[in-house]
Nanobody, 124 residues
Framework: VQLQASGGGSVQAGASLRLSCTAS????????MAWFRQAPGAEREFVAA????????FYADSVKGRFAASRDNAKNTVYLQMDSLKPEDTADYYC??????????????????WGQGTQVTVSS
């Protein structure tokens, strides 16, 4: 079972992108969903998460106020709206789904299902 992430691209600093994550064999509303990113030569890092049922959202400090995670249950899709993009946002972005406890919402270990990654490049 795999998630499908899409929506990446190459943009100028200050632009916006919206990433999407969907799955054909999973009902995403039943999962905590998260976005992680990995820049070249760097470790994968947490970006944002949205909990199942209550839909609380969580963000890395570096993206707070610029990025927004959301769900569309009818479309079985999770989104990451990215505004005011900066060159340091350049990375491969991965969506992930799991049933981890709240305290682990920012940990990649809490997610069982992963997408293939979509590349975001922000130039100055």
């Amino acid at each position: 079972v795999q998630l499908q992430a899409s929506g990446g691209g190459s943009v100028q600093a200050g632009a916006s992108l919206r990433l999407s994550c969907t799955a054909s064999e999973l009902t995403l509303r039943n999962l905590n969903m998260a976005w992680f990113r990995q820049a070249p030569g760097a470790e994968r890092e947490f970006v944002a998460a949205i909990r199942r049922n209550v839909y609380n959202t969580f963000y890395a400090d570096s993206v707070k106020g610029r990025f927004a995670a959301s769900r569309d249950n009818a479309k079985n899709t999770v989104y990451l709206q990215m505004d005011s993009l900066k060159p340091e946002d350049t990375a491969d972005y991965y969506c992930a789904g799991g049933l981890g406890i709240l305290s682990s919402i920012r940990s990649s270990d809490a997610y069982r299902y992963w997408g293939q990654g979509t590349q975001v490049t922000v130039s100055s």
